[in-house]
């Protein structure tokens, strides 16, 4: 079945930028997405990508794919505190098929 | 944006009770709503997806008959966790498919529900 992998944990400094990885297994993944979940809540939305993309910008975050390796990048900008939360990355293969989604990696942000 | 909601936030219930959670979309249509269970610092894992007006379709190994979902309308599913013992105290996330947004998959998610069974 699919699989999607990340690392469990990201360490950075105030105002540097965070690169958090992601890799899948499906090769039928149509889109590409991350979200955001910070403590007790529900997940946020925060960028999506198509897999005929290579790059998408969005403000301070920029999501980079490898479709060939099935690479997909979320970086974030002048990393702030309010940052710090889990990031999962998840994909689909259609409108109508659920989310697969990797573990999550814990970004810590320290000032 | 969209917006999802589920009620209640948080319950607590005696090992043995049912408890029904509410998942809402509130400015939008959805025809498929999706139910999540997240374990502590564990990804979210997909129990079964609703579709309008007909049943609702279970992962593997998920039984149908302890956690029954209901979507009767484009903006309400209900998820019920029948007879709740404490191994069934989880997070429950839900997510909305709208129904207009045709060209992008984005399911909005709602807040999540955290049940402890005791």
């Known amino acids: 079945g699919e699989d999607v992998e990340q690392s469990l944990f990201l360490s950075v400094r105030e105002g540097d930028s965070s690169v958090i990885n992601c890799t899948y297994t499906?090769?039928?993944?149509?889109?590409l997405y991350w979200y955001k979940q910070e403590p007790g809540a529900g997940l946020q939305l925060l960028t999506y990508i198509f897999s005929n993309m290579d790059m998408k910008q969005d403000q301070r975050l920029t999501v980079l794919l490898n479709k060939k390796d099935k690479h997909l990048s979320l970086r974030i900008a002048d990393t702030q505190t309010g940052d710090s939360a889990i990031y999962f990355c998840a994909e689909s293969t259609s409108g109508n098929t659920p989310l697969v989604f990797g573990k999550g990696t814990r970004l810590s942000v320290i000032a | 944006g969209a917006v999802v909601s589920q009620h209640p936030s948080r319950v607590i219930c005696k090992s043995g009770t049912s408890v029904k959670i509410e998942c809402r979309s509130l400015?939008?249509?959805?025809?498929?709503m999706f139910w999540y269970r997240q374990f502590p610092k564990q990804s979210l894992m997909l129990m079964a997806t609703?579709?309008?007006?007909?049943?609702?379709?279970?992962e593997q190994g998920v039984e149908k008959d302890k956690f029954l979902i209901n979507h009767a309308s484009l903006t309400l599913s209900t998820l019920t966790v029948t007879s709740a013992h404490p191994e069934d105290s989880s997070f429950y996330i839900c997510?909305?498919?709208?129904?207009?947004?045709?060209?992008?998959?984005?399911?909005?998610f709602g807040p999540g529900t955290r049940l402890t069974v005791l």
């Open positions: 499906d090769s039928s993944s149509t889109y």
């Open positions: 997510s909305a498919r709208d129904k207009a947004y045709q060209w992008a998959d984005t399911q909005y």
């Open positions: 609703s579709n309008e007006g007909s049943k609702a379709t279970y």
């Open positions: 400015d939008f249509q959805a025809t498929t």
